[in-house]
């Protein structure tokens, strides 16, 4: 019985390793070097080749390297029966809200228009906004947004929330559906941390962009397939946008001849919001291992219908 | 009696406009167009021309505009006995130890190295350190250097603090001089926020550079005085350091040639970490204007001999 690797972009020795450190007996194959598919009933993947998992016939989890699933769900040909589970890591949730509260910090300090002056040798001064005037509206409050919210609140940003039904979470005020438009006509920054739905793809377009307050900004850190690539360059050019600070994309790596490179108001970041430690996350995934062996229900699991 | 504003580099009509709105009744003149000088009893400073108030024989107060007095003190032609103040303001303090914070996550973020690689279409991972890993070391731990030590302690930065004696505050151990040594051996991030005085000037140097850990990361937002400017190209082309953000030089505006405008692991911002808002310091000047005229103590009056 053996776990299969698939790492595409990711290292995949630093997974082997850590897993052997905790098992030296286990036995692991790594994409694409696969001598015994036959064996391979468990896998922990990031970003797989399209169709790769109809070659394994004895495959029963998937494991995502990460919190987001969609890289795994998008394949129109994963086996049936396959059950599918997320990473679930305090760190995780923790690294992604300091990368929000760093965004939010940079945005209201010009950060970048200050390193954009730098490179022009020029001493400009620009005001800025304080945190207690700056309203962050968090799109998607589940673990990641609440997270990311009660830290930006905790450093005295005024925080909001959307999701799909209304509620107060210690304090910050959550918009459902029905009160979107509300949600939108407050927020000086809008951070997206929605999982990836039929419903949330492309949501964040050019109609939304026009709802939100004068000059808002936008911080992405979900998922490129959010996000219309074209609408956020014409929202920006028109001046709805000040600008935005992306992590995530369409296509990763983002392409050398994308224009979001070279757009002065917009700021590319590789994908690092928050990186998957192995270290931190060895153990959930061998204990879905062990629950896989013995028939046990796995921790973490993902409702494929929902896709979260 | 009569109000003189000196402001360089920084836009007067705003100080007159929120002066003239608490006490539309004020006499103000603002430098150089001053027809009245013998009127002038109460200055309000930022940056004068060395051996200005020489010219106003009734000047009992000069105030400066923000929380360093330096740029007052360094005139050696100051009249005898006139009263220095300098602004103590909470928001002042609090933009601060923002403007710290941000430059704390976005170094262990990489988050400049990443804007260098935009610039190139650069897409390139590099895993980051978290803030429970990194020790911030904060050299001067008066007002400014305990309300920034505290906001990165609140986030979950390891916080060590250096000043005349030893102690401890809010759980934060505070280094004195003769365990300086100790102090800069754990600081992966050494913060700036000492006062100028004879024993301060040129402390950033070399040596200092030498003893603290290595890559470390040096941010001025001090004043420029502190900086050996030439030992931090050095201990950063020799690899003692691996980058600073400096907000403060001894040149401000800093001239057009300067070399660190060009260095990739130099990042300058123009003297923005903590900007007054006339709007919220007015009230304090205007007391102390009071005090002058009914012969009271001065708030926030500096000690000339110590320098703050």
Chains 1, 2 share one sequence.
Not at 106 to 124: E, G, I, M, P
Request: aromatic share 8%; net charge negative.
């Amino acid at each position: 019985m053996s776990i299969l690797i698939v790492s595409q972009n990711r290292n995949p020795k630093s997974w082997v390793d850590t897993l052997k450190s905790k098992n030296q007996d286990l036995d692991i194959q790594v994409y694409p070097e696969v001598d015994r598919p036959d064996d391979v009933e468990f896998a922990i993947s990031w970003k797989h080749p399209e169709g790769i998992y109809q070659n394994y016939p004895n495959l029963k989890v998937i494991a995502s390297m990460g919190a987001g699933v969609n890289h795994i769900l998008k394949d129109d040909n994963l086996p049936k029966g396959v059950k599918i589970t997320r990473i679930v890591d305090e760190q995780l949730t923790k690294d992604m809200s300091d990368f929000v509260l760093l965004q939010c910090l940079a945005v209201t300090r010009n950060l970048f228009l200050h390193w954009q002056n730098q490179q022009k040798s020029n001493w400009k001064l620009k005001s800025y906004q304080t945190p207690e005037k700056t309203t962050v509206g968090i799109m998607g409050y589940g673990n990641l947004g609440q997270a990311a919210g009660e830290k930006l609140h905790k450093n005295e940003f005024k925080v909001i929330g959307y999701a799909n039904s209304s509620k107060t979470i210690n304090e910050i005020s959550v918009y459902g559906k029905q009160n979107m438009d509300e949600f939108l006509t407050q927020t000086d920054i809008l951070v997206c941390l929605l999982p990836v739905t039929s419903e949330t793809k492309g949501v964040l377009n050019f109609d939304l962009f026009k709802k939100l307050k004068p000059n808002a900004y936008l911080v992405n850190v979900a998922r490129g397939e959010h996000l219309v690539e074209n609408d956020l360059i014409k929202a920006i050019n028109e001046g709805f946008l000040s600008g935005a600070s992306l992590d995530v994309f369409q296509e990763e790596p983002l392409p050398e001849s994308h224009k979001f490179w070279e757009h002065s108001q917009i700021q590319v970041t590789p994908h690092i919001a928050s990186m998957t430690d192995p270290n931190s996350v060895a153990e959930q995934l061998l204990t879905n291992f062990e629950k896989m062996k013995s028939g046990e229900d796995l921790i973490h699991e993902v409702d494929v219908d929902k896709g979260y």
